[in-house]
């Protein structure tokens, strides 16, 4: 055979595997790559499955990528018939199976109904508990105790708020009963929830070991039970106390003048305010504020998986970059249920540390704090000399409106 | 402290009412995340 006949024969052969018809290009053999060839280039070491490092990796909570795990879920294509052996697994081993599970991907129907029911598995959690039982519980601990050791620290320095001037014997009433109403029930429920929450937060690492699993089980119960239900009362107040102030916590400019003069702590006397001062305006915004999203975050808690809302919210910070900003990186935008659940347990309780350092603030400043400040929530009728020095515009408004307001001293209730 | 009394009496009352009708309404996590084949408890 001549080197002529040899060269035809190679170029022929060539033509015909390049012109074969159907033939898939570069790209598409890629694709066609079945998932367990893919996994074992990924891990040919381990012939697919993941090595140490992949282990050690995730357990030092590293990013791993997982591609080449998540797809080998089984081929029904290429599945033994019904008939014969292991065609019943439809092309799936077990392993597939637990895998296609383990991410998701398998398809689940369940007797029980919910979002969350055909979530067999989800490895979110485990970030999750250990910042509740660490950081969460760390932090919030010394937010508290810290601010409870400032106020008594402010306390013995400055010691208890006194009126300045001589008491005149006479009372203005300065909350009708129908505002008293709504700061107790808010108030009331508040301590409530924040005590029950505190149970619930803190009770499995140091009241269990105190009292043990039994006793903490009852009284965990009964925390949940109450913490579920008097969250209404929570709501319903923190409704009525915004309809009822918000008119008089508008900000204006005696805030500033009252800001700039720290309240009267940094000059001698008092600067002149409303119905309510700067700084109860910031009580009051506080309130409103992280009361709200304590009450949206919990209704969230409330009915599981039914208002699930931070990866929309978290797709909406991502495009406007502000987690990348700060150096969260983006934020995940596809969670399981169980996720949302998490982030939702996380917010309500962040932001109940900072409501509860905020109103034990408040507490102080309305009780021991401020001689005459409690009569305003407690009979709702102020001495008129505390009220000319603490809500001077206030008084002389009143006074314009309605002489009347006065009336002779009534000893206290 | 009569408005603050009351308002304590109303946060039970309305703990107590809230679980009532939460309840009936068939918000139980029983009736929410079970169904009829599913047995819960004794």
């Not at chain 1, 637990?98 to 029911?117: E, K, V």
């Not at chain 1, 708020?161 to 429920?189: C, M, P, Q, V």
């Amino acid at each position: 055979m001549s080197v002529f006949r040899y060269v035809t024969v190679i170029v022929l052969a060539l033509s015909l595997i390049g012109l074969r018809p159907g033939g898939a290009s570069a790209q598409e053999e890629t694709d066609m790559i079945a998932p367990e060839t893919e996994a074992i280039m990924a891990r040919p070491s381990t012939g697919g499955a993941q090595t140490l490092e992949d282990i050690l990796a995730r357990q030092r909570g590293e990013e791993v990528d997982d591609r080449f795990r998540r797809i080998v879920t089984g081929d029904a294509d290429s599945a033994a018939s019904i008939a014969a052996q292991l065609g019943t697994l439809g092309g799936a081993s077990d392993p597939d199976l637990w895998r296609a599970m383990r991410y998701g991907s398998a398809n689940i129907t369940a007797t029980t109904s919910g979002p969350a029911a055909t979530v067999l598995m989800q490895d979110g959690g485990m970030w999750w508990l250990e910042f509740r039982e660490g950081p969460l519980q760390k932090y919030g601990a010394y937010l508290l105790g810290g601010t409870v050791a400032l106020l008594a620290l402010f306390f013995l320095l400055k010691g208890r708020i006194r009126i300045d001037g001589e008491k005149t014997g006479r009372k203005i009433e300065r909350f009708n009963a129908i505002e008293r109403f709504g700061h107790w029930l808010l108030a009331g429920s508040f301590l409530v929830l924040g005590a029950t929450g505190l149970i619930s937060l803190f009770g499995r690492t140091y009241l269990i070991p105190v009292f043990g699993h039994e006793a903490f089980s009852d009284l965990a119960i009964l925390s949940k039970w109450v913490h579920n239900n008097v969250s209404w009362a929570f709501m319903l107040g923190l409704v009525m106390v915004f309809v009822m102030w918000v008119f008089h916590n508008l900000p204006d400019r005696t805030d500033v003048n009252w800001l700039l003069k720290g309240g009267g702590l940094l000059i001698k006397g008092h600067p002149p305010a409303r119905k309510f001062n700067a700084g109860q305006k910031l009580i009051f915004w506080s309130v409103i504020v992280l009361g709200a999203s304590i009450a949206v975050s919990g209704l969230s808690l409330l009915f599981p998986f039914e208002l699930p809302m931070f990866a929309v919210t978290f797709e909406k910070l991502n495009a406007i970059g502000l987690p990348q900003a700060v150096g969260l990186g983006t934020l995940p935008e596809m969670m399981t249920p169980h996720e949302e659940m998490q982030y939702a347990q996380l917010w309500h309780s962040i932001v109940s540390f900072v409501l509860i350092a905020v109103i034990f603030a408040h507490i102080y400043i309305g009780s021991v704090g401020m001689e005459g400040a409690f009569d305003a929530m407690g009979n709702g009728e102020v001495e008129l000399q505390w009220a000319h020095e603490h809500h001077s515009l206030w008084v002389e408004e009143l006074e314009a409106k309605n002489a009347d307001a006065l009336k002779s001293a009534t000893p206290a209730e | 402290m009569k408005a603050a009394l009351t308002a304590f009496v109303a946060i039970a009352l309305i703990a107590f009412g809230a679980n009532l009708v939460l309840q009936n309404l068939g918000f139980s996590a029983e009736d929410v995340a079970s169904g009829p084949s599913v047995r819960l408890g004794d």
